[in-house]
């Protein structure tokens, strides 16, 4: 197995709970990678997509996706360009599927724009739901709860609920994210996948 965790806005592969999450998941024996996404303060969502391309290519059930607010629509509309049969799992922490009314400007980058970008294939996306996992705090101030439960509602999956999480940043005191490790987990423990 392998996996992917793909970060958002203005972040880096080792910030937040990236590197323990990492960690857990090398220690399993699954090769992790947390690429890099260009120019994350100024996302480009042509540069982003290359990136992933670049990166995960085609998953397959070997692969487990984890992916962390803007990284979850961007993973999202990729999984439904690319269209794989299968994937082993796919964790979206702070996700969210459609424009960010509270939110649509942030640091001078326009996230409506962004998001203007992004097709999301509701039809492709729920073939994972089996081994689909949504994290959503209940005190997000960047992504509100309500943005990321209508993100399950609409594509299945399992939801977890987590009080006090804030938007899963450093600067919540987020270094660790055990919901994810424990949702993987129930990914790759000899089920068959999707």
Excluded at 103 to 132: E, K, W
Excluded at 170 to 189: N, R, Y
């Amino acid at each position: 197995m392998h996996a992917y965790i793909i970060h958002g806005y203005g972040a880096s592969p080792t910030d937040h709970w990236f590197p323990w999450l990492q960690a857990r998941l090398q220690a399993a024996g699954i090769s992790t990678i947390v690429p890099p996404l260009p120019d994350s303060e100024h996302p480009d969502f042509a540069a982003w997509q290359a990136a992933l391309t670049q990166t995960i290519g085609t998953p397959d059930r070997n692969t487990l996706l984890i992916a962390h607010s803007l990284g979850t629509i961007s993973l999202l509309h990729y999984l439904s360009a690319t269209c794989p049969a299968a994937v082993g799992g796919l964790v979206l922490v702070a996700g969210f599927g459609a424009r960010l009314p509270e939110l649509p400007i942030i640091g001078g980058f326009d996230i409506d724009t962004y998001i203007d970008h992004t097709r999301l294939d509701d039809v492709v996306l729920r073939r994972y739901a089996a081994h689909m996992h949504h994290l959503i705090s209940d005190n997000d101030y960047v992504v509100a709860p309500a943005n990321s439960h209508a993100l399950a509602a609409r594509l299945g999956g399992t939801v977890h609920a987590l009080p006090r999480y804030g938007h899963f940043l450093s600067a919540d005191g987020i270094t660790e994210l055990p919901a994810a490790w424990e949702a993987l987990q129930s990914c790759f423990s000899g089920k068959d996948h999707v």
